[in-house]
């Protein structure tokens, strides 16, 4: 009797072509050529009796049959990742991969930090850490949990928060012996202000100030408009270009050497929240559990 599945080769050949679009990528991603993986689909046809692809000098397209074997061959896949998922670990020391998505200010500033005990107690894992400014999709983009900033909408995703983060405004000490010290808010309207370009809607976003009590979302007038990476305002106050609104912790360092220093103390208050997010439907390795308890402990018990 000969074994059952031993074409499984030929259907991950298949499945990697249409991920990667053509035979040429697909064969650098799975680290083989063309012609190997041509005969891989050729062989799996044979086997289906039907035509899972067409194939010219210019173009690949998926037939209908494809589309339909491609559909239960992922779900096959994807049952055989869960499945090794689900043992990680489960024979002592722990083991895998963790694919972790984070914006560059807490990849940076706050998540070193909270990595370090977890890297060092488990030296086996190996975390893949992406430090960029957009929102990855969690399941499409193959990320086992992501940060995130802002209030999270309703998105079906479990989201445990890590802290909400101070704001306060700043600038370089050669800045304010140019300019002048802002005294309140009219004054702060006359200065070289560096807002940040929100890149998932072109729009400013606004400082969160807190006045007289009141929360306030000011629009602050821009000398300069600072878009995709949002550590660039920074950089900027600190080279004396102007005024910016950043997070605490992004310049508590820069604040206590005398790089920086806080203008306008009674306007803060306002913070923004950062949260860990991951799919709750997902079968998890005990890895990526072991990290988000680690890095975000559940507070509810």
Known sequence: MGRQFDHMADVEA?????????????????????SVLSRAVARLEARLGVQLMRRTTRRLSVTEAGRLYLEQA?????????????IQGQ?????????????????????????????????????????ANRNVDLVDEGYDMAIRLG?????????????DAALC??????????????????????????????????RQSP??????????DWPAPPRMRVADDVLGVVSLAQQGLGVCQT???VVEERLGNGQLVELLPELRGRSRPFSLIYAPHRRMSAACRALIDSIAPDQSH
Do not use: N
């Open 14 to 34: 298949f499945v990697a072509i249409v991920d990667k679009g053509t035979i040429s990528a697909a064969a650098v991603s799975l680290g083989t050529t063309p």
């Open 151 to 163: 209030e999270l909408a309703d998105s079906g995703l479990v989201a445990r928060r890590l802290e």
């Open 91 to 131: 024979g002592g020391e722990l083991s895998g991969t963790v694919r972790l998505s984070a914006p560059t200010t807490y990849g940076h500033y706050r998540l070193p930090q909270l990595l370090r005990p977890f890297m060092e107690r488990h030296p086996k894992v190996v975390v893949e850490l992406s430090i």
């Open 207 to 216: 400082w969160l100030l807190r006045v007289d009590g009141r929360d306030v």
């Open 169 to 202: 405004l700043v600038a370089a000490p050669d800045y304010l012996r140019r300019a002048g010290t802002p005294r309140d808010l009219d004054e702060l309207a006359g200065h070289a202000c560096l807002p940040f370009t929100l890149p998932s809607t072109g």
């Open 74 to 86: 992922r779900s096959a896949f994807g049952l055989i990742a869960d499945a090794e998922r689900a």
């Open 247 to 249: 997070y605490r912790f």
